[in-house]
């Protein structure tokens, strides 16, 4: 403990010729209250979470630095939450978008607008010291500036592979103060990829499209993170088209003929017609021999921990045979007695 902490150290040294020895009593309370006072002064310490200056360069190269590790954090894209949350931190998130329900703990909090167009008033109401946003549109980055602007610092940060999401866990480590506890998370998602990857190492792939919007068919492009989720489960995704999502005709689709169709549910996908009813889709292999399977959009297309999930999901219906329980084993029965 350092004098610079405690300057009362040096300003009260002596003790008073009149002052009174404590009682027993006392001098118990006073033992008993000050780990309590030294928790109070020092909750950073307690934690054991640096104070000082923190910084990362986000995925626009841009350097993001903190006088302090963040503790009040806004996240204009839902899959952070996540992160934040499967960190143990969901304390630390100040509010959240009007979509963004996820986890469950956050849904009380204030909302300030829109992942595209956050209000800058409401976001500056809840006085946060960090804001992380997913590198997008236009609009997205407009949103950025304008908090800049007010001198909010924001973290962009871009989600194509589950080693960039790696890549995003561990600098969000750094900006919370628990770099630790990142490494932990990431720890641990790691090996259930790895073990995912073991059962199906051998197995033939697939062709796995996955369908993100439908009617004006868009499907999940060679950069997005569905493609990296289709790939550890033990698929390939036909579409090569660069970028988070790509836009296919019919033509095009049936050029493909997947063996597996991933039909997207979610707010950019709400009520797809089932592909088996659409002119021309019932000549899809995927469609004839019934591998069509309907997945949820925040799992899958939204790159956080439940892509993880979404890996160990697809595997167990891509590779159902790696995936059987091994059979139970029987007891060797006892020799009954002559």
Do not use: C, K
Request: charged residues 25%; aromatic residues 4%.
């Amino acid at each position: 403990m350092t004098d610079r902490m405690h300057p009362s150290v040096h300003q009260h040294a002596t003790v008073p010729a009149t002052a009174r020895p404590l009682r027993p009593g006392r001098t118990l309370a006073v033992a008993l209250l000050l780990p309590l006072l030294l928790l109070t002064v020092l909750p950073a310490a307690r934690a054991g979470q640096p104070d000082g200056p923190v910084s990362v360069t986000d995925d626009t190269g841009r350097e993001v630095r903190l006088p302090h590790p963040a503790r009040r954090m806004v996240a204009l894209y839902g899959a952070f939450n996540e992160l934040l949350a499967a960190m143990d931190l969901t304390g630390r998130i100040a509010a959240r978008t009007a979509a963004d329900e996820e986890p469950a703990a956050i849904r009380h909090l204030p909302v300030i607008g829109t992942h595209m167009r956050p209000s800058p008033e409401m976001v500056t109401a809840v006085a946060p010291d960090l804001v992380l946003q997913m590198e997008g549109r236009r609009e997205a980055g407009e949103a950025v500036e304008g908090l800049r602007a007010l001198g909010i610092p924001v973290a962009v940060f871009r989600v194509g592979s589950f080693d960039e999401l790696f890549g995003v866990l561990r600098r969000v480590g750094v900006l919370t103060g628990e770099p630790d506890r990142a490494a932990a998370l990431e720890a641990a998602l790691r090996a259930r990829l790895d073990a995912v990857a073991a059962r199906v190492a051998d197995r033939p792939r697939p062709t796995v499209f996955f369908e993100v919007r439908h009617p004006n068919l868009l499907a999940a492009g060679a950069d997005s993170i569905v493609t990296d989720i289709i790939a550890r489960a033990g698929g390939r995704n036909p579409v090569t088209a660069q970028g988070r999502v790509a836009r296919l005709s019919e033509e095009e689709l049936l050029r493909l003929n997947p063996d597996v169709y991933l039909l997207q549910r979610g707010p950019m996908n709400p009520e797809p017609e089932p592909p088996a009813t659409r002119p021309h889709y019932a000549t899809l292999s995927a469609v004839r021999n019934g591998r069509v399977l309907g997945v949820d959009e925040a799992r899958y297309s939204r790159p956080g921990p439940r892509a993880v999930d979404a890996v160990e999901e697809l595997a167990r219906y891509l590779h159902p045979d790696v995936w059987a329980p091994t059979p139970a084993t029987t007891a060797p029965t006892a020799p009954t007695a002559p």
